[in-house]
C-alpha cells in the first residue's frame, strides 16, 4: 500500500517540541558535551578518532555508554530554541516562485522544479531581516515561470503590495522581521529563525500580521487567480465574478482582450475556501476554448495567520553556550560529543526530574598532599585501593591545581576484556570487571605516570578558599572530599547524539552550540 508521512506531520512534530521544551513542569532537556578522551584503546572509541570520527551508534547500548562518559550538560529553555526555514535571500534579477498550494509531481515549481511547496523558494528575506511571501511574480501567458525580481520589498505593511515602481510585476506580502536578538543567537548562512509562540504572541506587530491574515476576522482568503489558459471567444467586458466553490463571499475582476481572459484580479478575497473556480457563465456564452483559471488557496486562514505551516516550519533549532562562569563545566577538559537529554533524574531521587540550570555527571575528589599536578592529563587512568573492596579506577576529565579538585569519570572501557574490549571471558574477569567506586576509605590516589594524592577527608562543601583574596566556587557539593555526579547513572532519555573531532577548552574559550533537528 502506498502511504506517506506528510508535510504538516512534520511541522507538527517540530511544534510538539518546541512546547515541550517550554513545559518545565514536566520536561527538562539539556544539551550536553561528553566523551573527552575518544581516541584511547577502549570500548566505544577510536585511536583515529579525531582524523576518522566514527558515526553514533543507535542502541541503547552505545547510549548508554554516552551516558558514563558525560562530562556536562546546560539546561534548554524555549529561549534557546527557535522553529527554523531554509534561508531565501532577496537579490536582484533574481526569479522567485510565487506561493501556491498544489506543487506537486504533476505540476512542479517553474524554477526550482519542486514537487513540494517548502522546497520552492515562494519567500525571501531582505538584507534588513524582513521576511516576505511571494503572493504574484509576474507570471503570465508570456512569462509562465514568472520574471526577474527588480525591486527588493522593505514595506511593512499589512496588505500584499509591489515592492518599487518597476512594474516587475511582484506582489510581496509581509510576515515578520527577525529580532536583533535572533540575529545574533541563532541566525546562520542556511536557515531562518521564527518567531516563537506565533498563534499566541501579544507582540503588537505579530498580532496585526496575525489578525490581518485571518479571514475569519477580514474575509480576504484568497490573494491571486492563476491564469493557466486565456481561453478565446470570451465577451469582450470587465466583469466582477465570483469565486465559487467551498468557501463563499470571494470575487474577482476578470478583463478580456481580443476575447481572451487577459487579466484576473481578486477584488474580495471571501473566506473558508479549500478549493474554488471562477464562475464565467456569464462571459463565456460564445467561448471556442475554455479558460483555466486557478485560485491560489493560501494557507488555512489566510496568508500570515500560521506562518509555521505557511513557511513549512519542520527543523528547530536549539542554542547552547558553555563558558568558564562556573566549575561544573572545567576549563580544562576536552569533548568529542555533543547531544541532547531529556529529563535526567537528580541524584538522591529515583524518580525526581533534575531542573537546575546546569549538571556535572562527573566525580570529583578534593586532595591533598599532591604530588606532580602537571601529570593530571585529561584521559589519563586514577587508581586507589580499597581494603577489603578492590581497587576503584577511572579516567581524569579535570584537575584544578588551585583548588586540587580532581573530577573523573567511570566508564566499561575500564572494566571489560584488555584486549578486546568487549565481555570475552580472561582469567582475570573478577578482579578487573567489578566496578569500584572511589572512596574516603581508601589509600592515595595514583595515575598511570607520577601524579598522585590524597583524599582531603577533612573537606565538606561547595566553595574553597586558594588565597587570601579569593574563594571558589566548586559547583557541587563535596562530604568528607568526596562529590558525587549530580545527575543518576543512566537517566533520562538521549534524543540528539553528534560525533566529532575533538575539543579541548582553555580558559578564555566559549563554546556556541547549534543544534538543528529536523523533523
Request: with cysteine.
Amino acid at each position: 500500500m502506498a502511504a506517506i508521512v506528510t508535510d504538516q506531520f512534520r511541522i507538527l512534530n517540530a511544534s510538539n517540541f518546541v512546547d515541550s521544551v517550554s513545559d518545565t513542569n514536566n520536561n527538562s532537556y539539556y544539551v550536553f558535551l561528553s566523551l573527552p578522551n575518544p581516541s584511547v584503546v577502549g570500548y566505544g572509541r577510536s585511536t583515529n578518532w579525531d582524523s576518522n570520527t566514527p558515526s553514533p551508534v543507535d542502541n541503547l547500548d552505545y547510549l548508554s555508554h554516552v551516558k558514563d562518559t558525560m562530562v556536562f550538560g546546560k539546561k534548554i529553555t524555549v529561549n534557546d530554541v527557535r522553529r527554523l526555514v531554509r534561508r531565501v535571500d532577496w537579490k536582484q534579477g533574481t526569479t522567485y516562485e510565487m506561493y501556491r498550494h498544489d506543487y506537486s509531481i504533476s505540476n512542479p515549481s517553474p524554477k526550482t522544479n519542486s514537487t513540494r511547496l517548502y522546497d520552492s523558494n515562494y519567500y525571501v528575506m531582505n538584507s534588513d531581516f524582513r521576511v516576505y511571501v511571494c503572493i504574484d511574480n509576474g507570471s503570465s501567458i508570456e512569462f509562465p515561470s514568472g520574471k526577474a525580481s527588480s525591486d527588493e520589498p522593505t514595506f511593512i505593511d499589512l496588505e500584499p503590495s509591489r515592492a518599487g515602481e518597476s512594474n516587475d510585476g511582484y506582489i510581496w506580502k509581509y510576515l515578520f522581521t527577525v529580532s536583533p536578538s535572533d540575529i545574533i543567537k541563532f541566525d546562520s548562512i542556511e536557515y531562518i529563525p521564527l518567531p516563537n509562540n506565533w498563534l499566541t504572541s501579544t507582540n503588537a506587530q505579530i498580532q496585526s500580521v496575525r489578525e490581518n491574515g485571518d479571514s475569519l476576522i477580514n474575509e480576504n482568503q484568497i490573494k491571486k487567480i492563476y491564469i493557466q489558459d486565456q481561453g478565446s471567444g470570451y465577451n469582450s467586458t470587465d466583469a466582477e465574478l465570483d469565486i465559487i466553490g467551498d468557501g463563499e463571499g470571494g470575487k474577482v475582476i476578470v478583463t478580456t482582450t481580443n476575447n481572451k481572459i487577459t487579466k484576473a484580479v481578486v477584488s474580495a478575497g471571501g473566506k473558508n475556501y479549500s478549493w474554488g473556480r471562477v464562475n464565467l457563465s456569464t462571459i463565456n456564452s460564445g467561448a471556442t476554448g475554455f479558460a483555466h483559471l486557478i485560485p491560489i488557496i493560501p494557507p488555512s486562514r489566510g496568508h500570515g495567520y500560521d506562518i509555521y505551516n505557511e513557511l513549512g516550519a519542520d527543523k528547530v533549532l536549539i542554542y547552547a553556550r558553555f563558558d568558564d562562569s562556573t566549575k561544573d563545566f572545567p576549563v580544562d577538559t576536552r569533548f568529542a560529543q555533543i547531544g541532547i537529554i531529556k529529563n535526567p533524574t537528580q541524584v538522591g531521587s529515583a524518580s525526581s526530574v533534575f531542573t537546575e540550570n546546569q549538571f556535572s555527571n562527573l566525580g570529583g575528589v578534593k586532595l591533598t598532599s599532591v604530588a606532580n599536578p602537571t601529570d593530571a592529563g585529561v584521559g589519563n587512568q586514577i587508581f586507589q585501593t580499597i581494603a577489603g573492596v578492590g581497587t576503584a579506577t577511572g579516567y581524569i576529565a579535570s584537575y584544578d591545581s588551585s583548588t586540587k579538585v580532581l573530577k573523573y569519570y567511570q566508564d566499561r572501557s575500564l572494566y571489560y576484556n584488555d584486549n578486546s574490549f568487549d565481555q570475552k571471558d580472561s582469567k582475570t574477569v573478577v578482579d578487573e570487571s567489578t566496578k569500584v567506586a572511589f572512596s574516603k576509605d581508601g589509600g592515595t590516589i595514583t595515575s598511570t605516570n607520577t601524579f598522585s594524592g590524597a583524599i582531603d577527608v577533612s573537606y565538606t562543601g561547595i566553595t574553597t578558599t586558594v588565597s587570601a583574596t579569593k574563594k571558589v566556587n566548586l559547583a557541587t557539593q563535596f562530604t568528607e572530599g568526596i562529590a558525587l555526579p549530580e545527575i543518576n547513572k543512566g537517566s533520562g532519555e538521549i534524543i540528539y547524539l553528534d560525533n566529532r573531532p575533538r575539543v579541548s577548552r582553555n580558559p578564555r574559550q566559549k563554546e556556541d552550540i547549534k543544534i538543528i533537528l529536523e523533523f
